[in-house]
């Protein structure tokens, strides 16, 4: 057995006849429908890097942003490529191409511990924000360690809403209800400039923002989240997170589906900062706003 895990009590959720999904924002969100949960447990955040670093101290895991590619698995790959890195995002320059391809870039050296890599004046990760570079086997091996498992995307979307059926965002209706914002997203000026900071880490702690009706932190904004769910469908291209085929390290495995939204989520540009967005990330891709928390079935 492994050490006590230094995380907060999950939170009991209780399940039920649950609907899901939207046909108000982007496409690979609908149609709505209704699901039946069990009830399970949940993570009231996601993991931290201070409950990563226990798991990696008490197994010495190596994610696979610390493992360079190996060519056999990626036909193509560019020699530059084949390094231990991650996709890293860096703002653009103003006056330059607007698009993703302009604001991230695979860097070498870029994980868990170091988010940004190596070229910034403090690269290393903070306590209380979430770990990110974590790729689907790397949140399943964490899961595996704390007895635990990775939610279902319908077990995600429940949990996000926080009892308020139907509502557009987990809070309500209201995007900024008294002007206020209610997670961890780019509220203005992306991907040039931030409102609130001038450059990374662009994460928050995971308790910053207000708990949601089930006490759950943090499961809309701030990093997106895996979810055990395959991915099915298309999904829109109008994202922070769409890369053109063949960018970066082009993925030939599975995917699935991310929930949640990021802090790179902007009303100007990716508004899936709601219960009902999702996201398809290839399950060998990792990045500076991906991450994750953990369930538990009863």
């Known amino acids: 057995m492994h050490p006590a895990i230094p995380s907060p009590a999950m939170i009991l959720l209780p399940g039920g006849s649950v609907t899901i999904g939207s046909t108000d924002f982007y496409p690979e969100e609908a149609p709505v429908r209704t699901h039946e949960v069990a009830p399970f447990l949940l993570d009231p955040t996601p993991v931290t890097n201070a409950q990563f670093a226990a798991f990696v101290a008490d197994t010495g895991y190596v994610t696979l942003a610390e493992t360079a590619p190996d060519p056999a698995d990626y036909p193509g790959i560019l020699p530059e490529m084949i390094v231990a890195g991650s996709i890293v995002f860096t703002a653009p320059a103003k006056g330059g191409p607007v698009g993703p391809e302009s604001w991230w870039c695979y860097v070498a050296g870029a994980n868990w511990r170091q988010p940004y890599g190596t070229g910034i004046d403090d690269p290393s990760p903070l306590p209380d924000h979430p770990v990110v570079h974590i790729a689907y086997g790397d949140a399943l091996a964490y899961a595996r360690w704390a007895d635990k498992r990775l939610p279902t995307e319908v077990e995600a979307e429940f ?92 993925s030939p495995h599975l995917h699935k589906v991310l929930k949640g939204g990021s802090h790179l989520c902007a009303p100007n540009y990716c508004q899936r900062y709601r219960p009902a967005a999702r996201w398809f990330q290839p399950v060998d891709t990792s990045t500076t706003h991906v991450g994750f928390r953990c369930a538990r079935s009863i």
């Open 159 to 250: 949990a996000s809403r926080g009892g308020l059926a139907n509502a557009a965002y987990a809070w309500g209706d209201e995007f900024l209800p008294g002007g206020e914002a209610q997670a961890n997203i780019w509220l203005e000026g992306f991907p040039f400039t931030h409102p609130d900071r001038n450059g990374p880490p662009y994460t928050t702690p995971v308790t910053r923002y207000r708990p949601n009706g089930y006490g759950l932190f943090d499961l809309i904004g701030n990093v997106w989240e895996w979810t055990s769910s395959d991915a099915s469908g298309p999904v829109g291209n109008n994202s922070c997170c769409h890369l053109k085929s063949g960018e970066f390290t082009p």
